[in-house]
Nanobody, 119 residues
Framework: QVQLVESGGGLVQAGGSLRLSCVVS????????MAWYRQFPGKQRELVAS???????NYADSVKGRFAISRNNADNTVYLQMNSLKPEDTAVYYC?????????????WGQGTHVTVSS
């Protein structure tokens, strides 16, 4: 069906950068909205950034000016460029995509990639 696999997470010092990638695989689907979420320990998953099929983007206030989401529709990938990272950005980051499969649109999730920012 539809599978999402994230990569690019790791350990970085405050002020550094990371680039997360998410590859969507499968068959018979059309991706619409793509997004990155993150989850802090003991907290609910929250939206970091989203990007529409037309390229429109939306960011959480906490990451505006520091993060940039982009997508490559040719190979079904979405990226999150993370600059000026802060310790409070430490979380598990999840890739999300809304995909149409057999005329049904539903969200799909990756397994998550860890991002740790040291002070």
């Amino acid at each position: 069906q539809v599978q999402l696999v994230e990569s690019g997470g790791g350990l970085v010092q405050a002020g550094g950068s990371l680039r997360l990638s998410c590859v969507v695989s499968g068959s018979g689907f059309v991706i619409t909205l793509m997004a990155w979420y993150r989850q802090f320990p003991g907290k609910q998953r929250e939206l970091v950034a989203s990007i529409s099929s037309g390229g429109g983007t939306n960011y959480a206030d906490s990451v505006k000016g520091r993060f940039a989401i982009s997508r490559n529709n040719a190979d079904n990938t979405v990226y999150l460029q993370m600059n000026s990272l802060k310790p409070e950005d430490t979380a598990v980051y999840y890739c999300n995509a809304y995909a149409m499969v057999r005329l049904v649109v539903r969200p799909y999730w990756g397994q998550g990639t860890h991002v740790t920012v040291s002070s």
